[in-house]
């Protein structure tokens, strides 16, 4: 429902873009790019609200399947670990046999894991259908992103659909705060799953008439070993954290060693590490890191807090998170003038600030309803430090490259973003896991959070500095 909405405010935006272009003698985009525009954002959305509306309901999913408080966080692991192991993989598998094909097997894996989710009544079918909803973000999200850019030949049409494309996903999190508080709160916590299913079905329905495939292109590869010990390490560390197992965490650790010896040495990598040797791109992706894994598991504390402290329902905690929220969708707007006018290294340092110093006070909230009044000024504002880091990072990690490696320096702040996103909710969960009491446990992880976001401030500053000086991008 939501998505098919943001789909007609595509359409709509879509068509009033056409209308100014026009006056500025720009290429006006077709009414089958339109439909490709709208089709491949609405996926790209639809996988973006689905990370916050499984936010909400997490706590509710839990108690209904039988999943303990520190096993929740497994909800949101199963999903992110796929996803970010397998992205490199399947996005290689479409530029080799078509990113058509991989988009559109990744929609109706989606569907299916979307049904399975929405029935399940137990952890394992829950945990399975959270996974395999991971493997179709996968396929799904590379392949959207590819056959956007390639859809859209002119530069100043793509950038105004790339634009587009973060607009929504960085009002993807409140959209899917409200929603799934909606759907959890009035209908059923099995609709956070189910909404995917007619939206999925919706856009196979059509994609396969508009969406133009590709060609694959010469001297592509795939490089099995590197997504194997990428994915197979990323589960170990996770696992190691999370069940405090040191064997995994070792495991995992040396895998993802030979992950980088396998890409120092192959032909065609899954990642350009050989770009990490420039600080702007070394720099700018450590930031992500933080900035996404910090970010993530915070969210996963605050769920927590809100209905397993405080006692508030889905629909209640999706408007906490909602208000707030705006905060990015401004950021999503104001951060590109932001960078502009003040560089990417202050900007990202100072945002990067703004994000971990109004974490800091939450390590104040208790068990009264009166906190909200620290907390939801304190997300607002991290929000939108969130966003604009997010934006100053990607520009850091991004800009100071050839025009040759301009994608490839894409792909692997994408690369950070997934793993990230993989790791932040266990960390976080794994630290709050060492207290016996749920509030104390999530002082201690927002302690945790505000320093290693701190740190990172200090060493990514002083990095920079060394390298170019800072300018107005």
Not at 351 to 357: C, H, R, T, Y
Not at 410 to 436: E, K, N
Request: aromatic residues 6%; charged residues 10%; hydrophobic residues 60%.
């Amino acid at each position: 429902m939501n998505t098919l909405i943001a789909a007609g405010m595509c359409i709509l935006i879509c068509t009033q873009n056409a209308r100014s272009w026009r006056h500025m003698k720009t290429p006006v985009m077709t009414a089958r790019q339109r439909v490709i525009g709208v089709l491949l954002l609405g996926a790209s959305f639809m996988l973006s609200v689905d990370f916050s509306i499984l936010n909400i309901a997490l706590p509710v999913v839990g108690h209904a399947v039988g999943l303990g408080i520190h096993d929740l966080s497994w909800v949101s692991t199963a999903f992110a670990l796929p996803a970010a192991g397998l992205a490199l993989l399947f996005g290689r598998l479409g530029d080799l046999f078509g990113r058509k094909g991989m988009f559109l097997t990744g929609l109706a894996i989606l569907a299916v894991a979307s049904l399975l989710g929405g029935i399940a009544t137990n952890p394992v079918l829950l945990l399975g259908a959270r996974a395999l909803q991971g493997v179709a973000a996968a396929a799904t999200a590379p392949a959207a992103l590819s056959l956007l850019i390639t859809s859209f030949t002119d530069k100043r049409l793509r950038a105004r659909m790339l634009g587009l494309n973060g607009a929504l996903l960085s009002g993807g999190f409140t959209v899917g705060a409200l929603a799934g508080g909606l759907l959890v709160g009035t209908l059923s916590w099995r609709w956070a799953f189910l909404i995917n299913v007619p939206v999925a079905i919706a856009i196979l329905v059509v994609a396969p008439f508009v969406v133009p495939a590709s060609r694959a292109p010469e001297g592509v590869r795939l490089d099995v070993a590197g997504a194997a010990s990428v994915t197979a390490g990323l589960f170990a560390v996770v696992f190691g954290i999370t069940e405090r197992s040191l064997p995994s965490l070792a495991a995992g650790i040396v895998l993802l060693i030979a992950f980088f010896w396998i890409e120092r040495r192959v032909k065609a990598p899954l990642v350009a590490l050989d770009l990490l040797a420039r600080r702007s791109v070394r720099w700018g992706n450590l930031a992500v890191l933080t900035i996404f894994s910090m970010e993530a598991g915070l969210i996963f504390l605050m769920t927590l807090y809100l209905q397993d402290v405080l006692h508030f329902g889905a629909l209640t905690t999706g408007l906490v998170f909602g208000v707030p929220g705006l905060a990015s969708i401004g950021a999503g707007i104001l951060a590109g003038r932001i960078v502009g006018k003040r560089g990417a290294r202050r900007v990202l340092l100072t945002a990067l600030a703004v994000q971990g110093g109004f974490t800091a006070p939450l390590v104040l909230l208790g068990h009264a309803s009166g906190s909200l009044w620290l907390l939801i000024p304190a997300l607002f504002a991290g929000f939108f430090g969130h966003i604009t880091s997010v934006v100053a990072a990607t520009v850091t990690a991004t800009s100071d490259v050839p025009d040759s490696d301009a994608g490839l320096a894409a792909g692997l702040v994408t690369v950070s973003q997934r793993v990230a996103t993989a790791l932040g909710v266990p960390v976080l969960g794994g630290v709050m896991a060492i207290r016996s009491d749920l509030l104390d446990g999530i002082h201690l992880s927002v302690v945790v959070d505000a320093l290693l976001t701190l740190a990172v401030i200090v060493i990514v500053g002083a990095g920079l500095k060394k390298a170019s000086p800072d300018s107005p991008q």
